[in-house]
């Protein structure tokens, strides 16, 4: 069941999955992102890999694909351009059209892909300026439409009164592709709803694969008896007590569970539409 959600004619399809397997990507040139130290501590390394996790699954790659690692000031990992990432930013490349507001810059792949699907200009608004610093003057080098990057917090803008519209709005400022995540992406969703032109879309970095992560705990847990679903939940409380709360709505909501695939999808549609307050 596909359920599009609109807020004055502009339209976030929650179907639309971007981790979809293509090697299109492969045909779309894309600058690298310089290795070495760079501003405030973070630094890029050049990584061949021979075999990547793709979508769950692991491939050789001969030869060896030339990715980039970014590292925080910390030597934290916060990014990298492997073959998964490319082609996810490729996929919702494909969904961009227009003018475009991005959350992050990341290492510049998403600019890149959706330049050559048709985009004709890109807003940035990135956090971080050592991140600036490292992606911004790669992609000014090498995008042939206008790029304008402002340093500040996605999340605040989008909660801010509307002073411009878009036809394209990609967000993927969360840093793993875990279902807690989402009823705060939801939040960040109705708010870039408002800041689109009619007609204009919002897509959401690995959405899909987040609501279908939690479909699949929803079928685990109901696969449990109604009078040990509660004791199921607390013993995973101490690993994940973010993903407790999440499903314990799913508890109270169900007893005895008749038709499995109709429970599945009040639980598709409850985690679409749960969204933090403001």
């Known amino acids: 069941m596909v359920v599009r959600y609109k807020w004055a004619g502009t339209v976030f399809d929650p179907e639309f999955n971007d981790a979809r397997w293509n090697d ?51 030597g934290l990992l916060w990014m990298s351009d492997t073959p998964q990432e490319r082609m996810m930013m490729y996929n919702n490349a494909q969904r961009t059209r227009g003018h475009v507001l991005i959350g992050g810059l990341g290492l510049g792949l998403y600019p890149q892909y959706a330049a050559a699907a048709g985009a004709t200009g890109f807003t940035v608004i990135e956090e971080s300026p050592a991140v600036q610093a490292i992606t911004g003057p790669v992609l000014e080098s090498v995008l042939d439409v206008p790029l304008m990057v402002y340093t500040g917090d996605v999340s605040v803008e989008l909660a801010g009164p509307v002073t411009q519209r878009y036809d394209t709005i990609f967000l993927d400022i969360w840093e793993t592709l875990d279902p807690v995540h989402l009823p705060w992406i939801n939040r960040l969703r109705n708010h870039a709803l408002r800041h689109l032109v009619p007609g204009g879309e919002v897509l959401l970095w690995g959405y899909f694969w987040m609501v279908s992560l939690f479909v699949d705990a929803c079928h685990q847990l109901l696969a449990v008896k109604p009078g ?3 004791a199921w939940l607390a013993e995973g409380a101490a690993s994940s007590p973010h993903a407790v709360a999440l499903l314990t709505p799913v508890v109270q909501h169900f007893d005895d569970v008749d038709d499995m695939e109709e429970a599945l999808e009040w639980c598709r549609r409850h985690i679409v539409n749960l969204a933090l307050p403001d």
């Open 24 to 74: 299109e990507w492969l045909a779309v040139p894309i600058a690298p992102i310089p290795s070495g130290e760079h501003p405030d501590g973070f630094r890029v390394e050049r990584q061949p890999l021979e075999v990547a996790e793709i979508f769950g699954r692991h491939y050789r790659m001969e030869p060896p694909f030339d990715c980039r690692l970014l590292y925080d000031g910390d």
């Open 228 to 230: 040990q679903r509660a």
